[in-house]
């Protein structure tokens, strides 16, 4: 794995407009990342004791590889930092969220109906019997309710699991009974793209055998309302009747559980990754003010669900911990067309705007006149999250929504860290095709099999080389899993990505590294020829895979997805063979290339590139329950 790779996919550097680093939270990366490097734990200590405890830590850490402990015996609530602190410091007023619906429905909530509302749905938990330690499921449409579920559970001690509203019944079961759920908190319907989706009858089918289920809590949206069976089945508001109004949060250990959320493995059942209180919000308020420079007067719009974990600690955890206000909406990119997001970001003033290269390349291919036709001059910083970002979409991410002046922050993280790794800091050189440096705090390296670092320009393995806070402590259930992460390369918690760094210490995820490409001898990250594909003007997203081939080992198959404006042809298949030549050498050429209208994704925006790959050998395509469509 220690490829020579050339690294200069684009010579120029890009910067913002100079105030934004002027203003940033952090002025001075360089000094703040070496001081953090130097003493990590006074590093995290320092930030810890910008939030509120109810009883300090003895250590700020604990390592017992591969075990941490963080901020050993400090007693906490991450809903008194989400919502106590700032009721009772100004801010009771203030909007904490603004939502829109599928139909531009609008619900505005301060802080102190969030907290009121977060309070007596504790209460309403609490008269159906559920207590510290105890894990309640929660299956909903993205709607103010379900980030009020996710604060009470954590309110009252309760462990939550949150399952993503597009799942479907088999993956909801695997996770409610592997969880052993004790109350499933869902929805009649979710909306999408002016169409009901009918959510409770998949709850129906997911509680079949899962014993474990004691109640099921309906939020009815629709009219008229349906009936519920009154043996197991409650209803959202009504269980916040007839309860106390205050709700004392529940004292917990830094180290208690937090959440458990699943994330999809390549075979096998789902991961049910553990993250507990105190490391967790750490980790997650640092990286929301230090990387997404977010402000007391911002509006942020991670566009993400909280069925991920981009939407547990950007739109939930993080901001709210902050006292920001934050957008969230039920509504689909294009529809009723592709201008309702830059509608939206008008409407709202959204300074701070966090999504997917799936979207932005999805923005492209619908042309520049949507997001034209719109004011987009509140947008202080843009963010992107799931899977690298093409030099090709941050280019036009940057000129196109940014006008030359914002910077874009390409994060890599994982629902494993907890919280971004990677980035490239405020008003810091960004180099397109590179995600930038290790957020401060933490050791990144790219290396060998060995675990030893590799030269700048040659790629290698991602680890990261010291515990961090919000890192997770276990896989639920299968803590042998757990300890694969950090037993497969030397002690360091293996990333399963390739990567290289260049010599200014930035780097590049190359993609996953069993998405490699073994060609002639060469490896080829999979995230390599994709960037090639669409740096082609006709190209609006590219997937490869590797097929067997008796001499080469594997050959390159791409699946390409083209720009409005562009018909596939013969013709333009030599043309991108030729593009992808001229970018990365004839190695790198693929051997077929496929015209497509569309590509396997998660529902978090990542291509499915094993799905393709197992639709092509006629292979078990393993774990899809995070499959889009």
């Not at 504790?122 to 103010?144: F, R």
């Not at 996710?150 to 399952?163: E, K, N, P, Q, W």
Request: glycine share 8%; hydrophobic share 40%; with cysteine.
């Amino acid at each position: 794995m220690s490829e020579k790779f050339d690294v200069k996919m684009d010579s120029k550097s890009y910067y913002p407009d100079p105030s934004v680093k002027e203003n940033s939270w952090m002025q001075d990366y360089e000094k703040v990342y070496s001081e953090s490097i130097k003493d990590p734990e006074k590093h995290w200590e320092n930030v810890a004791e910008e939030l509120e405890w109810f009883e300090k830590w003895d250590k700020v850490m604990e390592w017992d590889h591969p075990y941490a402990k963080w901020f050993t015996n400090a007693k906490m609530n991450i809903t008194h930092n989400c919502l106590d602190r700032h009721v009772f410091n100004g801010k009771r007023n203030k909007v904490a969220m603004i939502w829109v619906g599928d139909n531009g429905e609008e619900q505005v909530i301060t802080y102190r109906q969030l907290y009121r509302d977060v309070m007596r749905f504790s209460n309403g938990l609490k008269s159906l019997g559920v207590g510290k330690g105890d894990t309640v499921c929660i299956y909903m449409p993205q709607v103010p309710e379900q980030i009020v579920a996710m604060l009470a559970c954590a309110r009252i001690g309760a462990i939550h699991s949150v399952v993503f509203g597009g799942f479907g019944a088999k993956a909801l079961h695997s996770r409610i009974k592997d969880a052993q759920a004790k109350v499933v908190i869902t929805a009649d319907a979710s909306i999408r793209r002016g169409k009901r989706i009918d959510l409770k009858s998949l709850v129906d089918d997911a509680v079949v055998n899962a014993s474990c289920v004691e109640k099921i809590v309906v939020l009815r949206r629709m009219t008229p309302q349906m009936e519920l069976f009154s043996e197991i089945e409650v209803d959202f508001y009504e269980i916040m009747e007839d309860v106390e109004k205050e709700c004392e949060p529940e004292i917990m250990d830094s180290e208690d559980p937090l959440f458990i959320l699943y994330t999809s493995g390549t075979t096998g059942p789902a991961k049910g990754i553990v993250h507990t209180c105190g490391g967790y919000m750490v980790g997650t308020y640092y990286t929301t003010k230090n990387v997404l420079d977010l402000k007391e007067n911002d509006v942020m719009w991670c566009t993400a669900d909280p069925g991920w974990i981009t939407g547990h600690s950007y739109i939930v955890y993080g901001p709210l911990s902050m006292g920001a206000t934050i957008l969230i909406s039920e509504t689909t990119p294009d529809y009723p067309d592709p201008g309702v997001w830059w509608s939206m970001i008008e409407e709202f003033d959204v300074s701070v705007f966090y999504t997917a290269p799936t979207a932005i390349r999805m923005f492209m291919r619908m042309g520049e006149e949507w997001p034209g036709k719109y004011n987009l001059s509140s947008l202080r910083i843009l963010g992107s999250v799931g899977e690298p970002l093409n030099p090709e979409a941050f280019k036009w991410y940057y000129r196109v929504i940014g006008k030359e002046k914002c910077p874009v922050l390409d994060t890599w993280w994982q629902t494993e860290t907890g919280m971004h790794m990677l980035t490239t800091a405020v008003g810091e050189p960004m180099k397109p095709g590179f995600t930038g440096r290790p957020v401060p705090g933490v050791v990144v390296d790219v290396v060998d099999e060995n675990g030893d670092p590799v030269p700048a320009g040659t790629g290698g393995f991602l680890v990261i080389k010291q515990p961090w806070p919000s890192m997770m402590r276990t896989v639920y259930g299968n803590d042998e899993r757990y300890r694969q992460y950090w037993t497969k390369i030397k002690n360091y918690y293996s990333a399963g990505d390739l990567a290289v760094k260049d010599e200014d210490g930035y780097i590049m995820i190359r993609g996953r590294a069993d998405d490699v490409l073994i060609v002639a001898g060469h490896n080829i990250g999979s995230a390599e020829v994709e960037s090639a594909l669409v740096s082609h003007e006709s190209v609006a997203e590219a997937a490869v895979i590797g097929k067997p081939d008796p001499l080469k080992g594997d050959s390159i198959k791409a699946f390409v997805i083209l720009r409005m404006g562009f018909n596939s042809s013969d013709k333009l298949k030599l043309d991108l063979l030729y593009h992808v030549r001229m970018n990365l050498g004839p190695i790198a050429m693929p051997s077929e290339i496929e015209f497509v209208d569309s590509l396997p994704k998660t529902r978090s925006g990542k291509i499915m590139r094993r799905l393709l790959k197992a639709q092509e050998l006629g292979m078990d395509p393993g774990d899809v329950s995070s499959l889009e469509d």
